[in-house]
């Protein structure tokens, strides 16, 4: 059949028309021909859903948006291309059939094709600026937005090749070209949507760029000495990507475990990169680290004294991110953070790094008098780096639940491992395996240093331990040997 032989025949009520102009949309994107049969192409119809689709693509784009986002005429142009472009086609195809009445069909169609889709898109978005979805469909959305728009656009074609009896080949060749245009069209506007978040260069008030040396050196004058003759613990956390709230929480709230129930209130500190805090707290460089754990060794007993590194952030392979705009900053890597550390002198360490890929750091930082916990294997993700999230995954199933219920990093890393590992599976994620590996002397001395730890909260009279350290052999370069936790089940 041709264009040509095409009646569309008027239903006398709007509400008629209106839904069978659903239901045409629907056999379409089926890739029906069906959908002649029950398209209603009047002016009025066509307006309407315009107006709908316009509305639609207002709404997902403001729901979309960032905080802070403004109505963008260019995003509206760019979105306006394409109903005019099919406007176009069907004057054309109505003029080449001699059938007027073709002229609104391909229109109707697409418009209240977009319009459906442009609500279940704003559905979605909806579930995920209120963090509804699975963490993994986030990198997801982007490609089935893709997809939608392609649908109904290609929908199009097919049906109306079908109509026109176009060969099979011809009709492949069409909607090729067509999803290749349409792609690369999205792709060029995707920075230009109706409501766009305007870039503003990042910029530090006068007042933080002199209150940050001031910071910095409070934090590091108020670490006091150790007691000789105990084994005194000391804390420092490092929170480094500013964009998120999640990693300053996370530190915050370990430093406060260890300060209130660990008793670590004179001997801590944290330096913090989020865009709220530069009047507030030192920023996290690698210079602020290096003079944070320079400090540090100075006021420990090499020998008697244990550290507790907290690191909290984005990671990739052997990478922590440190970023605080408008601060050009360099990334923490494995190998510089281990120098850093032998050279202020710390013997004793348990280092926490909560972030993606963070197993990657274990070799580089893996020495005899050395505890390394990872909330991943080093090719693995984490999860909970949510806007809304007090803290990660990892953190709140280690620190907020596990630590305060076990008097044992081993115990608190095997149930946390385990709490995690049921979440995610739950979630559908792919599992993060979290690591835990005991230099050789670690693991002999782990257990008296856990016990001066978790004494803390006890009488006076209960806590005169003796350093457990001083018998032990001092670290050399061949005696590396380690132990991995093994797995709770």
Not at 291 to 299: K, S, V
Not at 331 to 352: C, F, S
Request: charged share 15%; hydrophobic share 50%; aromatic share 12%.
């Amino acid at each position: 059949m041709s264009l040509a032989s095409l009646k569309t025949i008027s239903l006398q009520r709007f509400s008629l028309n209106f839904a069978a102009n659903i239901f045409a949309a629907l056999w379409m994107l089926a890739g029906s021909t069906r959908a002649f049969g029950w398209v209603k192409p009047t002016f009025l119809q066509f307006l309407v859903f315009a107006t709908l689709a316009l509305s639609s693509n207002v709404l997902f784009s403001w729901l979309a948006a960032e905080n802070g986002s403004v109505f963008n005429e260019q995003g509206l142009i760019s979105y306006l291309i394409w109903p005019t472009i099919i406007i176009l086609a069907g004057i054309i195809l109505a003029r080449r059939s001699g059938n007027p009445g073709v002229v609104f069909v391909p229109a109707v169609l697409w418009l209240t094709a977009d319009t459906m889709l442009a609500l279940l898109q704003s559905f979605v978005q909806f579930l995920g600026t209120r963090g509804w979805l699975p963490d993994w469909s986030y990198s997801l959305l982007p490609v089935l937005f893709l997809i939608l728009f392609l649908w109904q656009t290609v929908a199009l074609l097919w049906i109306f090749s079908r109509r026109l009896r176009t060969p099979w080949w011809e009709r492949i060749l069409v909607l090729i070209g067509a999803a290749a245009l349409l792609t690369v069209w999205q792709n060029n506007v995707a920075d230009q949507p109706i409501f766009k978040l305007m870039p503003v260069q990042p910029v530090v008030e006068e007042a933080a760029l002199y209150r940050q040396p001031v910071l910095l050196q409070e934090a590091l004058t108020a670490v006091d000495a150790s007691t000789p003759g105990k084994t005194d613990w000391y804390f420092m956390g490092v929170a480094g990507f500013a964009g998120q709230d999640v990693f300053r929480s996370e530190i915050n709230q370990v430093r406060q475990l260890f300060d209130v129930r660990f008793g670590t209130s004179d001997h801590s500190l944290s330096l913090i990169n989020n865009k709220y805090s530069w009047l507030d707290e030192p920023i996290a460089t690698k210079t602020s680290i290096k003079q944070a754990l320079m400090r540090l060794g100075q006021q420990m007993d090499a020998d008697e004294d244990v550290l507790f590194l907290a690191l909290s952030s984005h990671g990739d392979r052997d990478v922590l991110l440190l970023e605080n705009e408008p601060v050009d900053m360099e990334n923490l890597d494995p190998i510089w953070l281990r120098k850093a550390l032998d050279e202020a002198g710390i013997r004793w360490r348990v280092i926490v790094v909560s972030s993606c890929y963070s197993g990657s750091f274990i070799e580089a930082l893996a020495s005899p008098t050395t505890a390394i916990i990872t909330a991943s294997a080093p090719d693995k993700m984490s999860f909970g780096c949510t806007n809304t999230a007090e803290m990660t995954y990892f953190g709140e199933a280690f620190f907020a639940e596990s630590l305060r219920n076990n008097t044992s990093f081993s115990a608190a890393f095997k149930a946390a491992k385990k709490r995690i590992h049921e979440r995610e599976s739950l979630m559908g994620f792919e599992p993060s395996e979290p690591q835990m590996v005991v230099g050789k002397l670690m693991q002999t001395a782990l257990p008296a240093f856990e016990q001066a730890l978790f004494i803390q909260g006890r009488a006076p009279s209960e806590q005169n331990l003796q350093p457990i350290a001083q018998s032990l052999p001092l670290e050399s370069t061949s005696d590396t040997m380690a132990i991995t936790i093994a797995d709770p089940e």
